[in-house]
Each structure stands twice: as structure tokens, then as C-alpha cells.
């Protein structure tokens, strides 16, 4: 009989306690509370965490091999400050940045008009589509070791693999727009006496824009993973390479400098992204 | 194909008056999940020049059916849709058609939907020309102060204002339309249909009108085809016996005007009853 009593008795005093500590602690607590929904408050709350993590890396009592292992915040720091002023960072961040963008630019442009061909064309794609599907469910990074043996350790084939990989999602929601395209629609501008060249140009064109749109958002973090992998698998610049070059050195701190620049770089990425789509929604929809 | 071929010979003959649509023996069935769906049993139709031709029926009797062959996006099941004696084969660019679900384009705004086809090679206008046209249009359909509005913007009622805009101005010589005023008051109504029976006299268009509306399509027309429940099939055609041209406004008053509003009425009421499954 005790242990449900005791029970019943816990519940009852949470049940009481409840109310009681809204009513009379509402005071600090709410103004807290207020404090984290404002917008200074969150970052405060997002600094004050970050810096108790921090603090918490520095200073906490571990052995020595689990130091090195797990290096510390202001050995980080320095490496990065170092790399900052002897140009490290900057010559493999250029690098990095390069063969992204180039390998986006080539996939973008290959994969839109690729995909407007095949979207028009309906037999074409209907013969190749098989090929296609194949070659879009293929992890393109499983071509690297491929491409190096091609292209070389050099640049060439890392903006080949990003190229390929922004090519295979930008030509498939390219095609989706085409094909998506309001039959009616299509129908309303032939009887008016349009061309197929007009229709095209008049209709297929606009409708499929926000596809590819949503196609060339997605690349775009696609694009830096693949060249961070392409990095890591063969390469003699990059953050990628970085990161492998450190590790392969057992060179702990200068392997979590490169990640944290690679974070740096992806949330500046994202960031961007987001400023980009709030403006372009405008006057896609 | 022999029992078309006399109808055909009347067709041919110079003693009949040529028509501009003429559906012969055309039947459309419809696969749906395997199942076959007789959307209208064959149909022998006649429309003349310059005539304005009212289909009335109930929901889901094949009058969209009947305006989609005429404009050639459907091919008739058997049977067959000639246009000036030809068959149609394919899109059918002699004809306008406003669809029943408006087909305007959401990135542009209500006055380059409504130019676009202007901006067709066969329909090339000079751009002051162009612009020029379509304020009148503008004008005309009542969409003045919403020139650059996008659809979304507008209304049911103006996006249909819009569409028909968009298909008047380049002046077809047939016109198809869908139940082109179902989402409009009445008052606003009325204006359409002055506008619409302006146009369409002046320019001797002959027009296809679909509706549900008998009062409309008793004020427009010239002939009416009461159409039965599915699978369609024409119950009767009624002669309007109203003399042109007609005051919008006022003509519903009328004493003959209302007895042909029953004739109408008579007929369509059974199958309206049966037909209001959709
Ligand atoms: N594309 C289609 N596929 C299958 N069934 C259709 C199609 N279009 C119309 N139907 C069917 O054919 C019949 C007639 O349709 P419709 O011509 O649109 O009728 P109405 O315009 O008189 O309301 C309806 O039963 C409809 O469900
Ligand atoms: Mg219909």
C-alpha cells in the first residue's frame, strides 16, 4: 500500500506545486523568457552555449592522448591564424571555390540545355531516359578515382565530377518543368496559330523556370560537397585536401582548422542561398 | 464509314448552305480505369455561318467534349468533326476558344496575356497597334485598373474577363466558348453580353456557346441545342425567334422571351434532375 500512496502524494504536490510556481515566479521567469525571444537574446543564448562548449574543450581534464587526439580551441585558433597570414587558407579556399563554381557554371549550363532538348523532344527522351535514370541514381563520386585516372590529380577532374553531379540534378528538374508544363496552356497558344518555336519560347521556357530554379538551389550545396569529397579522395589543393593532409600527418589541430573553415564556408554558403531565394521568390511566383 | 458517305453528298451539294462546323456521326467514348465512358453518342450537328449556336445541358453530358473536337484537341471516338468541309485533324487555328478553365499565363500580367497572341507571327501587329487594341480590349472587358495585375491577383470573374479578352482581340472567325460567364454577377453579366453580342454581330463571327444559363444563351442566340444527360445526345434544337438586334437589358421582359424560356425549360428539366450527380 505505501508505494502508491507515496506515489499519489508526489503527483498531488507536482500538481499543486504547478500552479503555484506560474503564479509566483512569473516575474523573472517570463522576463527571461522574453528575453530569449528576442532576436539579441538568441544570439546571446547562442554565444553563451557556444562559449561554455568552447570552454568546456579548452580546460577539461583529460589524458594526454586524448588531448592530441582532441586538441583544443586555442590551438585551433592559432593554426588558423597562421594560415590566415601565410596565405594557407586563402590558396586552398581559391582553389576550392574554383572548382566549384566552374564545375556548377559547366553542369548548370549542360544541364539546362540538355534538359530543354530532351524536354522537347519527348522521343528523344523516351530513348535515352532508361541511360539516364541509371546514370542519375549512380553516386557520382564514385567516378573520381575514374576521373583522376583521366584528368589527372589536378583541378580538370574535380570540375569534371562537380560538373556531372550539377548536370544529373539540373537537367532532371529541367525536364520535369518541360514535361510539367499545363497541356492546355500549350494547346490554348497552338490554336491561336503559335509556332512550336513560339510556344517554346513563349511558354515552355517561363513554366519550367521555377523547376530549374529548384534544381540549381539544391546543386549548389551538391557542388561543394562534391568538391570536398573530390578533395579528400585525390588532390594537391582544397579545404578537402586540408583536412586530408593534416590527418594524414596526425596533425589534429590543423585537421579541425580546415573543418572549421569548411563550416565557415558552408553556412556563409547557406546564408547566401537563403538571401538569394527570398529575393528571386518574388517574381517566380 | 458508308453510312457518312451521304451525308457527306449534302455537304457537296451547292443547294444547301454550306456549314462552318459539322459534326457527322461523331461519338466520343472515354477510357477510364479500363472502363469505357460514353461521353456523347453520335452527334450529327450543323453549324451555320455566322450563326450563334447556344449548347445547353446538364453537368457532364459532353458539351466541353463537343467544343474540344470542334477545336480539334480531341479526335472523335468514330465518326467526324468537318470545319469548312475539311476534317480536323490537329488544332484547329481557325477557331477561338475560351476554354472552361482559363488558360492564362500566371508570370504575365492581364495585358500581356492579353496581347500575346498578337505577338504571334500570324497574328503580327505593330507594337503601337498592339497596345492600342489591347486597351480597348482592356476597356471593353471592364479590366481597366488591373492592367498589371498577375491572374493570381484577380478574381474568378476577371480571370474570365481576361481569357475572353484574350481571345477576342485577335478576331477568330469561329468562336468557342465554355461557360464563359458562369462566375460573374449578373449585372456584370448583362455588360458581357452586350459586349459579346456587339462584337460578334459586328464582326459576323459564328459562335459555339456552352452555358448553363438559359436566359443567356436564349438572349444571344440564334439557334439552341438542348443536349440530354450522359451519354449526350441532341435532344431538340430550338429556333430564338428573337429579332436582332437585341437589348441585353431589356429583352428578358419580353412575353416571347419568356415562352421560349419554358419551351427550354420543359425540356432540359428531367434530365437537369437525373444530371446532378456531378
Ligand atoms: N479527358 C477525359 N477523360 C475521361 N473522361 C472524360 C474526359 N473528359 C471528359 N470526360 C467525361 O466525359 C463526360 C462529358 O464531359 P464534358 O464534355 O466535360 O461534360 P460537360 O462539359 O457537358 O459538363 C463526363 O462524364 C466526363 O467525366
Ligand atoms: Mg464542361
Known amino acids: 500500500m505505501a508505494p502508491p500512496a507515496t506515489q499519489s502524494a508526489v503527483v498531488g504536490t507536482g500538481a499543486t506545486r504547478l500552479p503555484g510556481a506560474v503564479g509566483s515566479g512569473s516575474g523573472p521567469q517570463s522576463s527571461l523568457e522574453r528575453f530569449f525571444a528576442t532576436s539579441a537574446g538568441r544570439v546571446g543564448a547562442r554565444l553563451l552555449l557556444i562559449a561554455l562548449i568552447l570552454l568546456a574543450w579548452e580546460y577539461a581534464p583529460v589524458a594526454r592522448a586524448t588531448r592530441f587526439w582532441m586538441s583544443s580551441p586555442s590551438a585551433i585558433l592559432g593554426t588558423l591564424w597562421d594560415w590566415l597570414f601565410d596565405g594557407t587558407i586563402w590558396a586552398h579556399l581559391e582553389s576550392t571555390l574554383l572548382v566549384m563554381s566552374e564545375g ?4 548548370c549550363v549542360a544541364g539546362v540545355g ?11 527522351s523516351r530513348v ?49 518543368g518541360v514535361r510539367e508544363v499545363d497541356r492546355n496552356t500549350v494547346n490554348a497558344l497552338a490554336l491561336m496559330g503559335a509556332t512550336r518555336t513560339e510556344i517554346i519560347r513563349k511558354v515552355l521556357i517561363w513554366a519550367a523556370l521555377p523547376w530549374i530554379f529548384t534544381g540549381m538551389r539544391l546543386a549548389v550545396r551538391y557542388a561543394f560537397t562534391t568538391t570536398l569529397l573530390a578533395e579528400l579522395i585525390a588532390a594537391n589543393r582544397g579545404l578537402g585536401f586540408l583536412i586530408e593532409l593534416n590527418s594524414g600527418n596526425f596533425n589534429t589541430t590543423g585537421a579541425y582548422a580546415a573543418i572549421v573553415v569548411v563550416i565557415i564556408c558552408s553556412v556563409l554558403l547557406t546564408e547566401l542561398l537563403s538571401r538569394l531565394e527570398s529575393r528571386m521568390s518574388h517574381w517566380v511566383s | 464509314m458508308n453510312d457518312l458517305t451521304p451525308a457527306r453528298a449534302v455537304a457537296a451539294d451547292a443547294g444547301t448552305p454550306a456549314a462552318k462546323i459539322r459534326l457527322l456521326c461523331a461519338e466520343k467514348t472515354f477510357q477510364v480505369r479500363g472502363q469505357d465512358i460514353e461521353a456523347l453518342h453520335p452527334t450529327d450537328l450543323d453549324i451555320r455561318p455566322h450563326e450563334f449556336m447556344a449548347l445547353v445541358g446538364p453537368s457532364g453530358c459532353g458539351k466541353s467534349t463537343i467544343l474540344n473536337m470542334m477545336a480539334g484537341l480531341m479526335r472523335p471516338t468514330a465518326g467526324e468533326v468537318l470545319y469548312d468541309g475539311q476534317p480536323v485533324t490537329g488544332p484547329n487555328r481557325r477557331v477561338g476558344y ?4 482559363d488558360t492564362l499565363l500566371p508570370w504575365r500580367t492581364t495585358k500581356d496575356n492579353i496581347r500575346i497572341a498578337l505577338e504571334l507571327k500570324s497574328h503580327a501587329t505593330p507594337r503601337a497597334e498592339a497596345e492600342d487594341r489591347v486597351r480597348q480590349m482592356i476597356e471593353l472587358v471592364g479590366l481597366k485598373g488591373f492592367e498589371n495585375h498577375t491572374p493570381a491577383e484577380l478574381s474568378g470573374g476577371m480571370r474570365k474577363r481576361a ?12 468562336l468557342l466558348m465554355d461557360e464563359p460567364f458562369g462566375a460573374l454577377d449578373s449585372q456584370l453579366k448583362l455588360l458581357m453580353l452586350d459586349q459579346l453580342q ?5 464582326r459576323r ?30 435532344r431538340a434544337i430550338h429556333d430564338v425567334k428573337l429579332e436582332r438586334p437585341r437589348d441585353v437589358f431589356k429583352v428578358r421582359f419580353t412575353p416571347a422571351f419568356s415562352e421560349q424560356h419554358e419551351r427550354l425549360w420543359d425540356e432540359l428539366k428531367d434530365d437537369i434532375i437525373k444530371g446532378t450527380d456531378v
Open chain 1, 104 to 107: 556548377y557554371v559547366v553542369g
Open chain 1, 114 to 124: 540538355i534538359g530543354f532538348l530532351l524536354g522537347f523532344f519527348s522521343r528523344l
Open chain 1, 128 to 176: 535515352l531516359a532508361p541511360l539516364l535514370a541509371g546514370f542519375y541514381a549512380l553516386p557520382k563520386i564514385a567516378l573520381a578515382p575514374l576521373f583522376v585516372i583521366l584528368l589527372g590529380v589536378d583541378n580538370s577532374s574535380k570540375i569534371a565530377l562537380v560538373a556531372v553531379t550539377v548536370f544529373f540534378l539540373v537537367l532532371t528538374s529541367t525536364i520535369d
Open chain 2, 98 to 101: 475560351m476554354t472552361q478553365k
Open chain 2, 163 to 174: 481569357a475572353m479578352a484574350r481571345t477576342l482581340i485577335y478576331e477568330p472567325e469561329t
Open chain 2, 198 to 202: 456587339c462584337l460578334t454581330q459586328h
Open chain 2, 205 to 234: 463571327m459564328s459562335v459555339v456557346f456552352v452555358t448553363h444559363d438559359l436566359g443567356e444563351a436564349i438572349t444571344l442566340s440564334d439557334r439552341i441545342v438542348v443536349l440530354s444527360a450522359r451519354p449526350g445526345r441532341i
